[in-house]
């Protein structure tokens, strides 16, 4: 198990940036896969990015060209880099460990709204 500290999370005009932060902490040697989703009131949380220990990064199609994930080397931290942010990015932003045995871990969520 391990545990996942959002942070960064704000509003933001259309066209801006912001850039999340996950810390993570525990069982690292088990973790396999770091990313970020994200959940809107009435929909299921979806992927935005995932990297994983085998050096594969996913994008959801929303987000391919604007987002970019990375992480530090012992993958304690992960970011997340959002440009050219659109009102349909506001979201609460989920950190998300996932280790060899496929448990999931979540952090509290951090609120992206993008809004004039």
């Known amino acids: 198990q391990v545990q996942l500290v959002e942070s960064g999370g704000g509003l933001v005009q259309p066209g801006g940036s912001l850039r999340l932060s996950c810390v993570v902490s525990g069982r690292l040697f088990n973790l396999y896969q770091i990313g970020w989703d994200r959940q809107t009131p009435g929909k299921q949380r979806e992927l935005v990015a995932s990297?994983?220990?085998?050096?594969?990064?996913i994008y959801a199609d929303s987000v391919q060209g604007r987002f970019t994930i990375s992480r530090d080397n012992g993958m304690n931290t992960v970011y997340l880099q959002m440009t050219n942010l659109k009102p349909e990015d506001t979201a609460v932003y989920y950190c998300k460990a996932v280790n060899y045995g496929g448990s999931i871990d979540w952090g509290q969520g951090t609120q992206v709204t993008v809004s004039s």
């Open positions: 990297h994983n220990r085998d050096g594969n990064t």
